[in-house]
């Protein structure tokens, strides 16, 4: 059983960073790419970043230049460093995984965590 579980949501005012954190566990033979996904209140949700086993990422351009994906390929864990915060980044956060396990090649997703950045 894979599991991803993510940390590091809160409430910051906008201009603040926040960095969140997502580590996945389990019967895990491979992780190729990871990536960062976003849902605000009455939208759907939407990819913010994705970084691929070797280290190449590509972003969103709403968040482009604001927000770093980074990845520690030893802790099966990817990081997602968001500065310059807006009241628009207020959304629930996704981590998301392709991951090789027991069961072959299959997309993961963590439980999501709420980041609100006030005005």
């Known amino acids: 059983q894979v599991q991803l579980v993510e940390s590091g949501g809160g409430l910051v005012q906008a201009g603040g960073s926040l960095r969140l954190s997502c580590a996945a566990s389990?019967?895990?033979?491979?992780?190729?790419?990871m990536g960062w996904y976003r849902q605000a209140p009455g939208k759907q949700r939407e990819w913010v970043a994705t970084?691929?086993?070797?280290?190449?990422?590509n972003y969103a351009n709403s968040v482009k230049g604001r927000f770093t994906i980074s990845r520690d390929n030893a802790k099966n864990t990817v990081y997602l460093r968001m500065n310059s915060l807006k009241p628009e980044d207020t959304a629930v956060y996704y981590c998301?995984?392709?991951?090789?396990?027991?069961?072959?090649?299959?997309?993961?997703w963590g439980q999501g965590t709420q980041v609100t950045v006030s005005s």
């Open positions: 998301n995984a392709y991951i090789f396990g027991p069961p072959g090649w299959s997309a993961y």
């Open positions: 389990g019967s895990i033979f491979s992780i190729a790419d």
């Open positions: 970084i691929t086993s070797g280290g190449s990422t």
